[in-house]
């Protein structure tokens, strides 16, 4: 479509002043980079994106992720200006309680918005997860073919590509070769502090073609200059694509232009005044659209309609009978239940690592779910989380099982990537101590109620001779902190593949599993199994007596914990043996289950976990006994280190006859 030349620089007015407008009703906001980056946003709305706003969720539209995303204005007047279900009142509501339109974007909280933005450099590496999905899904349903055609294309500004986990993702892009990539860098060489010559002196264009990157410049403020670049970027096919636009800051702001003070905090009624008439608007006029720039919206949106309708006949032609039950496992919900039977189950007795056992739960469900990828930050032969008989993603290469070499941080993103496509089902790897370099992507995993799954291995001290840097001792408080993820640590192998069932079924957002690496037994149960995971916790052993005592245990430390019961039972201490894999999903039970599992008329309970014991005081009482470790790991064998931290069924039974007093 052409568009005129005046048509385009009102368009890109129209988006500065909306942003100074809706930041100072706010009286909170970031107008500046919005205010920068109105020509680039013109372009990429008007001469490139691919997307229908009547269908949000179309498989075959072009992605945008705003990774700078404290420019949030800038994309909710573009999602306004499209058609978007976003009207003006929702503009003009900006930042406040229950808007639509949230300090930064909110993946599932506004129509168009594709990701959750804020934490800078995120959206790089969910750009390149997202990338990395669309070259999955067009292997699995048309190589090469039109079905699954578009492109990601991420803003980013100079906060973005100083965050390391760009540059994680950036190197991985590069890597794998994902042509269908566009980042588009916002050079305005300013952040809150100033000058990005405070802190930032590397050549960008350097290190990305060092990564494998296509390369190109422009004057971020010449529209056609900027929509030549994207032509070119869609060209380059076997590499992703960085377009460092050179722009000026609140670009129109006599006082403001090319000043961090355009940053957090509005312009000014004096300055947006001031602003609107250097921009040949009404000064006094407030979140003003022309009507030409709907029409030119309209004209736009009616050429992307018979693009979108074109597709879709292609689609209903080529997608049926197979491909379309296919296409469905991809799309629909999965019914976990009825994939049990095709998992493994594990014999009663036998001594299994749950990560052994996790891995075999895994291939089974690689066969029988064709949308699950994902892999490891170069720990599969301990996580146990590489597939053998499908394709790799590598270098150049696109398979199921991925490689993210040691970088977990992106590795997080790059899986939230996944996710926020959809279609698949993304799973991570890494050793449990490692969360914490992934930490953010998790948080905004669940944030963004997304359906990620992170396999962590090696999850207590039992991890043994690496030592206390390689031994979790907080990470379960900590991953328990995370509202909306479900964290479940399996009491055996048993449990480990009820617990990739719980994570595949159920509400949306991410579980954790935990998983050892030591061998456990797998555990003697009723007719119910390992069931009762998900239920959270479920009695696993009662003595054949009155109850003295509750033990609390996940993981590991369940076996230790009820061989220390039964021998109790024999010298005439009741003590039941609750499993407690999950706290979330105890807490979705009913209050008459829980009391059931954890009765109110036995106030005695005792707490067994390799690790620390916040937390636990939910369900065990500050008065609860508590062989616990409150303090690092150490480098020693893990059988010295359960004896020397207490990890022992002797000591188990000696502390609870002390604490009973008997
Ligand atoms: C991980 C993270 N650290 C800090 C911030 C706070 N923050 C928001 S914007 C910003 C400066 C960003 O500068 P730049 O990317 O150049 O954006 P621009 O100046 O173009 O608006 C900072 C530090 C953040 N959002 N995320």
Redesign the pocket.
């Known amino acids: 479509m052409k568009i005129a030349k005046e048509d385009m620089k009102l368009v890109a007015t129209t988006i500065r002043t909306l942003a100074m407008d809706g930041v100072q009703k706010a009286k909170s906001g970031?107008p500046?980079?919005p205010m920068?980056c109105a020509e680039i946003a013109a372009v990429l709305w008007l001469k490139a994106l691919k997307h229908n706003p009547s269908d949000p969720a179309w498989a075959n539209r072009d992605r945008f992720v705003l990774s700078?995303?404290?420019?949030s204005m800038l994309l909710y007047s573009m999602l306004h200006l499209c058609g978007y279900d976003l009207s003006m009142d929702d503009l003009k509501n900006f930042r406040q309680w229950e808007s639509r339109t949230p300090g930064?974007p909110e993946f599932g909280h506004t129509p168009g918005v594709e990701t959750t933005t804020?934490?800078?450099?995120?959206g790089v590496a969910n750009a390149v997860g997202m990338t990395l999905a669309q070259e999955l899904l067009r292997a699995e349903f048309d190589a090469g073919g039109p079905l699954i055609d578009h492109f990601i294309y991420a803003l980013?500004?100079?906060?973005?590509?100083?965050?390391g986990v760009s540059y994680e993702a950036a190197s991985l892009a590069g890597h794998w070769g994902l042509g269908r990539l566009i980042v588009v860098y916002?050079s305005?060489?300013?952040?809150?502090e100033g000058s990005?010559d405070l802190a930032f002196s590397e050549d960008a264009a350097a290190r990305f073609a060092a990564c494998g990157w296509h390369v190109q410049r422009v004057d971020g403020h010449d529209c056609d200059a900027i929509e030549a670049a994207l032509a070119a970027a869609r060209d380059e096919k076997a590499r992703p694509s960085l377009v460092i636009a050179k722009t000026r800051?609140a670009k129109g702001s006599p006082g403001r232009e090319g000043s961090?003070e355009s940053?957090?905090a509005p312009l000014g009624d004096d300055e947006v005044k001031k602003t609107k008439a250097n921009l040949g608007c009404d000064p006094d006029g407030t979140f003003c659209v022309n009507e030409r720039v709907y029409e030119i919206f309209a004209m736009r949106r009616k050429e992307l309609e018979s693009e979108y309708d074109a597709w879709r006949t292609m689609f209903d032609k080529k997608v049926k009978g197979e491909l379309k039950k296919r296409w469905d496992r991809f799309f629909d919900a999965v019914d976990a239940d009825s994939l049990r039977g095709a998992l493994p189950v594990f014999e009663t007795g036998k001594s299994v690592a749950t990560r052994s056992a996790g891995g075999k739960v895994l291939e089974a469900l690689f066969r029988e779910l064709p949308n699950i990828v994902g892999g490891s930050a170069d720990l599969a032969p301990s996580n146990k989380s590489f597939v053998k008989g499908y394709n790799e993603t590598g270098r150049g290469a696109i398979g199921r099982n991925i490689h993210f070499g040691i970088r977990e941080h992106a590795m997080g993103a790059i899986q939230n990537g996944i996710a926020y496509y959809g279609g698949f089902i993304p799973y991570s790897a890494t050793f449990f101590v490692f969360m914490d370099y992934m930490r953010?992507p998790v948080r905004l995993a669940a944030l963004s109620r997304l359906r990620s799954i992170y396999v962590f291995t090696h999850d207590s001290f039992f991890v043994g001779e690496d030592g206390p840097t390689h031994q979790p001792v907080e990470h379960l408080a900590v991953a328990r902190a995370i509202p909306g993820l479900t964290v479940i640590r399996p009491a055996d192998a048993e449990e480990t593949r009820e617990a990739w069932l719980a994570a595949l079924s159920g509400e949306a957002g991410p579980t954790a599993i935990l998983l050892t690496r030591q061998d456990i037994p797998v555990l003697e149960r009723g007719a119910d199994g390992a069931r009762g995971l998900h239920r959270g916790a479920y009695v696993l052993w009662d003595p054949k007596r009155a109850l003295d005592i509750i033990l609390l245990a996940s993981g590991s430390e369940v076996h230790i914990a009820l061989e220390a019961a039964k021998e109790l039972e024999a010298s005439g201490i009741g003590a039941r043996v609750v499993s407690f894999p999950s706290w979330e999903l105890f807490e979705k039970q009913p209050g008459s289950y829980r009391e059931s599992v954890l009765p109110a008329s036995v106030g005695r309970r005792a707490v067994i976990k390799a690790g620390l014991s916040m937390g636990w005081e939910r369900y065990a009482g500050a008065g609860a006994l508590y062989v616990t470790l409150e303090r690092f790991g150490a480098s020693a064998p893990a059988q010295v280190l359960a004896g020397r931290f207490g990890f022992t069924k002797d000591n188990i039974m000696a502390r609870v006859r002390s604490y009973l007093g008997r």
Not at 68 to 71: D, F, I, L
Not at 118 to 122: D, T
């Open positions: 970031h500046g980079m920068g700078a995303g404290h420019g930064h804020g934490p800078l450099g995120q980013a500004g100079d906060g973005d590509l100083m965050e916002d305005n060489e300013i952040t809150i990005t800051i961090e940053h957090g953010p």
